[in-house]
């Protein structure tokens, strides 16, 4: 359960109406709860009781300052795919002994930067990287903590764009070559192997697929003490579903005893990186209908958001449950919700049965706390739009509304234009 409830046919978020929020703030804008954002923090961290372990939270997910700020508070530490999420990270207070740095393609600037920083671990993604990584370290006469990503070819049965535990995929190195991978690590003198990575892929709803993985990440560390190489860290990476319509994802206890259970006796300490199961939940995005279009064959609902403020039904086709932040006992119709932006692409639903709504109206689209904000873009000269947390009966802006005046920032015109 979350904290976007309705009392009396208006929708709160936690004690305060939203309606009330969004004529401070105007729309459209994210909203987030500071008691979901806690509770699923704490709800994963907890379910691994007992374990020694690292939750590192997936930046990407959602990386504005107030809510890393609050998983930093909680005692998280973070997973980053960029140096810009490194810096997002270290200004928002986590300490970088606590931050894994994942992604195919990290830049020179970026790796010296996070070898600068002191992060717990690279996650490595190629050979090549590691011929790099050891590289920059000499350089700066250190040595770079390290972790080979393995992908494990597990099918994690989710849409083809989010899994990436696949021999086809770009991520990571086939098990084979791992283990060499790590012999060629122990020879570079600026390396310290620390640890076994993987991350199969997002909104994931089995358990089995993460059963599979630690199996075979189980087996290279074997093989790999075997010849002598020791692994401290396993980072099982994140994943783990969640409800946007009718799936049924394990809770966090029951994702957890999954991993715990092949653990016992090991002296491991796991490194997790939840990002969508603590976020996706925990915010949603607040439009305003501008007009409605009721036709013969299809009726069009036409709202302030647009596909760069939420990418995801455009990009993936995902479904995002909309309501009425209003209730009220209008007939229901069957709508196409789309937004303002020149793409037949831009939609947040189609066919979808809502009440009837009419201009003015606000709705509020769910699960739009993950992978939502971040994917958005100035796309059609639209300023990003804002971003609220609400705390009880208080809300703050944790985000202002860019105006007009900040799309042209950095843009320049040269004075060759007027040569003739
Ligand atoms: C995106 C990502 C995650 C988080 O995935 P979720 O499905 O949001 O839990 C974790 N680790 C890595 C390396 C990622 O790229």
Not at 10 to 37: K, N, R, W
Not at 82 to 97: I, N, V
Request: aromatic share 8%.
């Amino acid at each position: 359960m979350h904290h976007f409830q309705y009392q009396n046919d208006q929708m709160y978020c936690e004690d305060l109406p939203i309606q009330q929020i969004a004529q401070e703030v105007g729309t459209p804008f994210y909203l987030y709860s500071h008691a979901t954002l806690k509770r699923h923090f704490n709800a994963f961290y907890n379910a691994f009781d007992g374990v020694d372990r690292l939750v590192c939270y997936s930046a990407k997910a959602n990386t504005n300052q107030a809510i890393l700020n609050l998983f930093a508070q909680l005692g998280g530490g973070l997973d980053i795919v960029s140096g810009g999420e490194l810096y997002r990270g270290l200004q928002a207070g986590f300490e970088p002994d606590k931050i894994v740095y994942s992604g195919v393609g990290k830049r020179v600037d970026e790796i010296d930067y996070a070898l600068k920083s002191g992060i717990l671990m690279f996650n490595i993604e190629s050979l090549e990287e590691l011929e790099i990584i050891n590289q920059r370290a000499s350089h700066f006469n250190t040595v770079a903590p390290v972790a080979i990503r393995v992908n494990p070819d597990v099918d994690p049965k989710t849409h083809p764009y989010i899994s990436t535990g696949l021999k086809k995929n770009k991520f990571g190195i086939d098990i084979v070559s791992a283990l060499l991978g790590y012999k060629a690590a122990r020879k570079l003198d600026h390396i310290e192997i620390k640890g076994v990575d993987c991350h199969i892929g997002s909104q994931i709803t089995d358990v089995q697929p993460f059963k599979d993985t630690l199996a075979s990440l189980k087996n290279l560390i074997d093989e790999l003490r075997e010849i002598g190489i020791s692994i401290r860290y396993l980072d099982m990476g994140g994943g783990l579903g969640i409800t946007y319509d009718d799936e049924t994802p394990p809770a966090p206890d029951e994702y957890a005893q999954s991993i715990i259970q092949s653990l016992k006796g090991s002296s491991l300490k796991l490194i997790l990186e939840p990002g969508r199961v603590i976020v996706g939940n925990a915010g949603i995005l607040v439009a305003q209908v501008l007009y409605t279009k009721i036709g013969e064959t299809k009726n069009f609902v036409i709202t302030d958001v647009g596909m760069n403020d939420l990418m995801r039904p455009a990009l993936y086709d995902a479904f995002h449950a909309i309501k009425p932040v209003t209730q009220t006992q209008d007939t229901a119709i069957v709508a196409d919700i789309v937004g303002p932006i020149c793409e037949t692409s831009d939609f947040m639903a189609r066919d979808r049965k809502i009440a009837r709504v009419y201009r003015g109206d606000l709705l509020a689209v769910m699960s739009a706390g993950a992978y939502s904000f971040t994917m958005s873009s100035n796309y059609c000269s639209r300023p990003k739009c804002a971003e609220v947390m609400v705390k009880g009966d208080r809300f703050h802006v944790i985000r202002k509304r860019q105006a007009v005046e900040d799309l042209c920032a950095g843009e320049s015109v040269p004075g060759f234009l007027d040569e003739r």
